[in-house]
């Protein structure tokens, strides 16, 4: 990760704390001053890139206290930071299924309104213009 960014420091402040791909969803802006990353800038960078390498979405503080801490990838990533047989064995979509988290999966985008309409007309308009062609 340090050469892409070009931060010298961070792979020994990694190597030193075990932080593995197991632990890398900790990894942010709150968490990098423990382990010794406290310039404000590569925070930021350092947690951006981790969000994008695992694909979660950033924490926002709107977020309803109704909905799940964090996306469905995000706390599936937290449940594989454990070892173990199970851990190891668990599958997302198990997981989702498991923790009843299907209401929260992201949802295929819907088209606009103006695709969703039928390219023919509906069966009642196609009567009266047959009708009134008969005439």
């Known amino acids: 990760m340090d050469r892409r960014l070009g931060l010298s420091s961070i792979q020994e ?3 030193t704390n075990f932080i593995s791909g ?3 969803i900790y990894v942010n802006c709150s968490n990098l001053p423990q382990i010794g990353i406290t310039d404000f800038e590569h925070m930021k ?3 951006k890139h981790v969000r994008e390498l695992l694909q979660i979405e950033e924490p926002r503080f709107e977020r ?5 801490p964090r996306d469905n990838i995000g ?3 937290e449940q594989k930071t454990r070892t173990g047989k199970r851990s190891d064995a668990l599958s997302y979509s198990q997981f989702v299924q498991e923790a009843r988290l299907q209401e929260y ?3 295929p985008p819907t088209p606009p309104y103006e695709e969703l309409q039928l390219s023919t007309p509906p069966c009642e308009e196609l009567q009266e213009a047959s009708s009134f062609f008969s005439k």
Not at 64 to 68: G, K, N, Q, R, T
């Open 13 to 15: 402040c990694f190597t």
């Open 22 to 24: 197991r632990k890398l």
């Open 45 to 47: 960078e350092i947690s």
């Open 64 to 68: 309803s206290i109704s909905l799940p």
């Open 75 to 77: 706390l599936f990533l």
């Open 105 to 107: 999966e992201p949802k």
